[in-house]
C-alpha cells in the first residue's frame, strides 16, 4: 500500500496499523523525511514496486497528476481524497472529467471521499476515527456521504460490517462496478446503499438482479426525495412522476428494500444478515404482555404484514399449558404466569413454532446490566433458544426499546443464530422487506434490466390532437371514429356520424383542451354542436368530430415522460380532469411486462373501478393491458425522439379501452 500527502496520509497508516494490516505500506511525500516512521520517497518512481493500492490526500491538482502517474504505472487502484470536483460547480466538473481520463482502466475511489474499510482483511484506507471492528463475515455499506458513512461504523445495533465504502463523487467507478466486486466476495451476507443519485441506471440494475441471483439482499437509503424539477413539462405525466417516485419504482422492481431512516436501515440490514429474506410476511409473536400484543398487531396492521391464526390444535394444547385466564391468539400475550418457569416457556414457545409462520417473534426488553438480576430473563431467552434450535425456524428477539437491549444480550443472541431487533417498528418493517426481497428472489428470472434511454436533441415540437391519436393507432391504440374538419362542416360532420358526439378544438398549443375550454362533450343534436363551435370559435378554425366513447367504467390516465436519470418512464393511474387532485397512479419503468402493468394497475384505486366496484359494471382490463403495451411499444420504438405523451383519458368500456385524448412532444418531427 502507497500513501500520498501529509497528515491526512499519516492517518491512513495509523488506521491501517489499529486494524491489523499486516502488508508493507510506503509513503510519498517530497517535503517529509517520515510518516510515522515510514520513511518518506519524493515520488511514485522511487518505490520499490507498483502498489497494489494507493490513498492520494492532495490538494486537487497535485492528485491529478499523482492518479495519472499511478494510473500509467498500472496500479490496480486508488483513493482519491482530494474534494474541490464536481461538488463545486463548473470548475469542478471539469477538472474531474480530466480526473477521469487521467485514471484511465484503473479503479479509482473519489475524489470527494473518505475511501474504504475492510474489516474482513484487515485495510483502512481511510483517513479519520471509525467504530467498526475485525470480523469474519459482515454487510458491506457503500455511502455516496463520507460522514454517513462514518456514523454507521458506529452503530450499536449488533451489526456485523465487512466492508465501508466511501464512494464520493463517482468519478470512475459507478455503484453497479461497487456491487458487482461486492457479489464476488461470499463473506459479504447483504448490501447496503447511501444514494444520493444513480448515475448509470440501466447498469444498476443489472448489477441488481445479479444480487437476487446470488442471494444476495440488498438495501436503499436513498436520499432527496424532492423533484429535480429541471425541465420544463407540458403533459401531466411529466408532472406527477417525479424523481423520487421514479427510483422507489426502480428499487421495487430489481427486489430493494427502500428505507426511510438510518435506524430502519441498519435493522433490516442486520434481520438480512442473520435471518435472510423470508418466502412471505406471515409472522407470530409472543410476549408476556397485552400492550406489547398491541403494538405488535397495530404495526403489522400499518405494514400490511399478516398475522394468521394459530391451528385449531395448537390453540387447544397452548390453552392447556397457559391456563384459562389467558386468551390464546396471535400475537401471544403468554401472562406472566409461567414467567422463570424454563420448561413451561420451553412448550408454549414450541408449541407456537409449529405453526406455519415465516418468523417467530419474541418481544422481550432487557434491564440494564448491573443495575437488576436478570435471572428470569436469562430462563426466557434459553428456552427461546432451545425451541427455535430443535424447530428449526428463523426467529428473532424484539425490545420494544432500541436501548433496552444491552450488547452483551445481544452477542448471546446473535451466536445461537437468532437476530437481536431493537424496535418494534424497525423489526416489523425489516420482516415486510425480508419477504419483498424472497419473492423478488424467487420471481428473478421474470425481472427485466432498465431500458439504456438515447438522449433528445433538436428543438421540441408538439403533435396536435389528431396526428397524436393518428401515430399512437399505428402501434394498436385504439381511437373513436372521427373526423377532422373546419368550423362551417362540424354540423354536417356531427349529423352523418350520429349522435351522441363530442366536438374538440384542434392545435398543438393546446396541450390541455379543458382548462381551454377547447371540448364539449355528449351533444345530442345539431344544435348543440352549432353553440359549442361558436364557442370555440376564437380558439382554432380546425375541429374534431368524434363519436362519443360510452358507457365508460373508468377513465385512466397513460404517459410516458422522460427523466434525466431514468430516460422514458411510463405512468399510469385515474385519469379525466381531476388526475392531478386525486394522484393515483404508479411508474414503471422500461421495457414493461404485461404481469407488471396488471400488477401496477392492480394496486390503484381505478384498478377497483375496472375490476367492478360495489357491483357495478366491470371494464376490459385485457384492452387496456393492449393499450399500455401499445404506447410503451411507440415509446420504445422513438426513444431517440420522443419527450413526453399523454393519453387522457383512456376510456375504460365493458369491451374496450380507448384514447379519447392524446398529446404527444418530440423532438425535430413534423407534422404531415
Not at 492532495?58 to 464536481?86: E, H, K, T, Y
Not at 381505478?606 to 401499445?630: N, S, T
Request: hydrophobic content about 45%; overall charge negative.
Amino acid at each position: 500500500m502507497a500513501v500520498f500527502g501529509g497528515d491526512d496520509a499519516a492517518e491512513v497508516v495509523r488506521q491501517c496499523r489499529a486494524i491489523g494490516f499486516d502488508g508493507d505500506i510506503w509513503a510519498v511525500n517530497p517535503r517529509r523525511d517520515d510518516l510515522e516512521g515510514i520513511a518518506c520517497v519524493a515520488s511514485l518512481e522511487d518505490l520499490p514496486s507498483v502498489p497494489d493500492a494507493s490513498f492520494v490526500a492532495a490538494p486537487p491538482q497535485a492528485s491529478l497528476q499523482i492518479i495519472r502517474d499511478l494510473a500509467a504505472s498500472g496500479a490496480p487502484g486508488a483513493v482519491c481524497f482530494a474534494s474541490g470536483f464536481a461538488e463545486t460547480g463548473t470548475d469542478g466538473e471539469k477538472l474531474q472529467q480530466q480526473l477521469h481520463e487521467a485514471a484511465g482502466d484503473m479503479a479509482l475511489i473519489g475524489p470527494n471521499c473518505h475511501g474504504f474499510l475492510n474489516y474482513l482483511d484487515g485495510v483502512a484506507l481511510w483517513p479519520d476515527k471509525h467504530g467498526g471492528q475485525r470480523t469474519e463475515k459482515g454487510v458491506a455499506i457503500i455511502s455516496q456521504s463520507g460522514n454517513i458513512a462514518i456514523n454507521l461504523t458506529m452503530q450499536q445495533r449488533a451489526l456485523d460490517i465487512g466492508y465501508v465504502i466511501s464512494i464520493g463523487n463517482n468519478s470512475t467507478l459507478y455503484l453497479h462496478d461497487y456491487i458487482d466486486t461486492l457479489l464476488d466476495d461470499p463473506r459479504v451476507t447483504a448490501i447496503g446503499l447511501h444514494i444520493e443519485a444513480i448515475q448509470d441506471v440501466p447498469g444498476f440494475s443489472r448489477a441488481a438482479i445479479r444480487a437476487l441471483k446470488k442471494g444476495v439482499p440488498i438495501v436503499a437509503l436513498k436520499t432527496g426525495r424532492s423533484s429535480l424539477g429541471a425541465e420544463i413539462t407540458l403533459s401531466h405525466t411529466a408532472s406527477l412522476a417525479g424523481s423520487d417516485r421514479l427510483y422507489s419504482t426502480l428499487f421495487e422492481r430489481v427486489g430493494i428494500a427502500r428505507c426511510d431512516t438510518i435506524p430502519q436501515f441498519l435493522e433490516t440490514l442486520k434481520f438480512l444478515s442473520i435471518v435472510g429474506s423470508l418466502p412471505d410476511s406471515k409472522i407470530a409473536s409472543m410476549s408476556c404482555s397485552g400492550g406489547e400484543a398491541s403494538m405488535i398487531a397495530d404495526c403489522a396492521a400499518g405494514l400490511n404484514i399478516d398475522m394468521p391464526k394459530l391451528s385449531d390444535d395448537s390453540t387447544l394444547r397452548l390453552q392447556e399449558l397457559l391456563g384459562p385466564n389467558v386468551h390464546v391468539a396471535n400475537p401471544l400475550d403468554y401472562h406472566t404466569y409461567i414467567w422463570g418457569d424454563r420448561e413451561k416457556l420451553n412448550k408454549c414457545f414450541a408449541e407456537m413454532l409449529t405453526n406455519k409462520f415465516a418468523c417467530m417473534l419474541l418481544v422481550l426488553d432487557y434491564p440494564q446490566s448491573g443495575i437488576t438480576a436478570t435471572e428470569n430473563w436469562d430462563v426466557v431467552e434459553r428456552a427461546f433458544f432451545d425451541a427455535v434450535e430443535q424447530a428449526g425456524k428463523k426467529a428473532v428477539i424484539v425490545s420494544s426499546l432500541p436501548e433496552s437491549q444491552p450488547l452483551d444480550v445481544r452477542d448471546r443472541i446473535k451466536a445461537a443464530g437468532v437476530a437481536p431487533m431493537q424496535g418494534i417498528e424497525e423489526c416489523l418493517f425489516a420482516i415486510r422487506a425480508a419477504a419483498a426481497i424472497g419473492e423478488a428472489q424467487r420471481d428473478v428470472d421474470r425481472i427485466l434490466p432498465v431500458a439504456q434511454s438515447a438522449s433528445v436533441d433538436g428543438e421540441p415540437h408538439s403533435l396536435d390532437e389528431w396526428h397524436s391519436k393518428r401515430t399512437l393507432a399505428e402501434f394498436g391504440v385504439h381511437i373513436p371514429d372521427a373526423k377532422r374538419c373546419a368550423a362551417a362542416e362540424t354540423v354536417a360532420v356531427a349529423d352523418a356520424m350520429g349522435y351522441p358526439v363530442v366536438l374538440k378544438a384542434v392545435s398543438s398549443e393546446l396541450a390541455h383542451k379543458t382548462e381551454a375550454g377547447a371540448v364539449t362533450v355528449n351533444l345530442q343534436d345539431s344544435e348543440a354542436v352549432t353553440a359549442a363551435t361558436e364557442r370555440m370559435a376564437s380558439l382554432t378554425d380546425s375541429f374534431l368530430v368524434e363519436k362519443m366513447v360510452q358507457p365508460a367504467v373508468a377513465e385512466m390516465i397513460i404517459g410516458v415522460s422522460r427523466d434525466p436519470s431514468f430516460g422514458l418512464t411510463l405512468m399510469l393511474g385515474s385519469g379525466g380532469t381531476l388526475v392531478e387532485l386525486l394522484d393515483d397512479t404508479k411508474s414503471l419503468l422500461l421495457p414493461v411486462q404485461r404481469h407488471e402493468i396488471r400488477s401496477a394497475i392492480a394496486s390503484l384505486k381505478v384498478g377497483k373501478l375496472i375490476d367492478g366496484y360495489r357491483g357495478a359494471a366491470a371494464g376490459d382490463l385485457e384492452a387496456v393491458l393492449d393499450a399500455v403495451l401499445a404506447i410503451a411499444r411507440f415509446a420504445d420504438a422513438n426513444g431517440e425522439v420522443l419527450i413526453e405523451l399523454d393519453v387522457n383519458p383512456l376510456i375504460v368500456t365493458p369491451n374496450d379501452a380507448v384514447a379519447a385524448d392524446a398529446f404527444i412532444r418530440q423532438s425535430s418531427v413534423e407534422q404531415a
